[in-house]
């Protein structure tokens, strides 16, 4: 099997042979065709969103205004076509990251430590030149090559309870969203990002600010970063050196974007102390202080009673708790808030079928599929379908949910064969 995938591997590269980097026009292996990138991209960028956050829902402006500023930077980059679409996530962590095809996110949590418009377009048109040089789309075809034909990258996804659970496309693109970049592909972002800054007039000073203030914050190990934008984009002196550099050489001014920037980060800014209450509670819930968790959950909601984010967190620390009624409420009132997020109705699901409330948990755990597969929606399924006596339904679930692997596999296995047997 290992010399059969092996030579399907040279085959491809044979076949393949090479193309030209379309921001550098430099050589490089092409194994995935442009339109496999973009149907990619396109098919992955929804599940990938919900797996970092959902969208910012709460203030449909400030994405308008992040999809404005990055339209700007993709008029002026190197793939002025690709079908451009940003997007602001619903997560505190800091960071932002690009999937094939010009399909693009920016977490609040990264926003709200912007300072100006040009800042924002430092990193949006990092972003660009991720999308535009294909880096995600190299970066799939070297996990290619070291694993003999199989495109896994084989990274961990962290700050995800749900990581390993995930499946298919939505696992894809969390892995390419959360994947280190080298240090090659950092650089050349950072110096064609410039240079898109320049063309969109925009000062570039702000690109070296950004980095020098990033380097500062890896020094001191802050955590948020750590866990976000330093996993995927890890700053360097070396970085810092090189944008200097291509400033000096470009020219320094331009648009910095002051005043409007803070215009339009006017409503994250009056709810960060309901996101602060938000994360405080979920780290205590981690800890295992439920009741201190349950204080700063209840000021979030009384602060932004309108997040859906806040409900399931209080919805998970009642379940901790062992209070399923009131769980079931919070989750209905996410579900509620925000239909399409896969988490809330997946959480809604997992509920329902412990108070055995089966037709709603069929419906939820559905729905939280078509969205985003987990292997632990298709096992409870799979529950649902046997106490509701649909055999035929249930082994196919458990069937599905096995192709996992771990505790969820066995679980499913065992339960498919006790199945099999019976017929």
Partial sequence: MFYRCLSLVFLALALAGCAKNPVTGESQLSLIAEDQELAMGAEQYTPTQQTQGGQFYLDPELTLYVKEVGQKLARVSDRPDL?????????????AWALPGGKIAINRGLLAKLQDEAQLASVIGHEIVHAAARHSVQRMQQGMLISAGVAGLGIALSDNEWAGLLMGGAAVGAQLALAQYSQGDELESDYYGILYMRRAGYDPTAAVELQKIFLELSKGQNPDFIQGLFATHPPSAARVKANQALVDKVGAGGYRGEDVFERKLATLRKLQPAYDAHDKARKLASEGKTDEALKEINKAIKLAPDEALFYS????????????????????????????????????????????????????????NEVVPTSIGYLRLGDVAAKQSRRDEAMAYYRKAAEAGGEVGNEARRKYEALAKQG
Avoid at 83 to 95: G, K, Q
Avoid at 343 to 355: C, D, I, K, S, V
């Fill in 83 to 95: 079908p451009y679409e940003f997007v602001v996530l619903n997560s505190s962590v800091p960071n």
């Fill in 313 to 368: 967190l209080r919805g998970q620390i009642y379940k901790e708790q062992e209070k399923t009624e009131q769980a079931g409420a919070d989750f209905d009132k996410a579900v509620s808030l925000y239909p399409e997020m896969f988490l809330y109705r997946l959480y809604n699901g997992l509920n329902a079928l412990e108070m055995n409330n089966l037709d709603q948990a069929r419906e939820n755990l559905t729905r939280a």
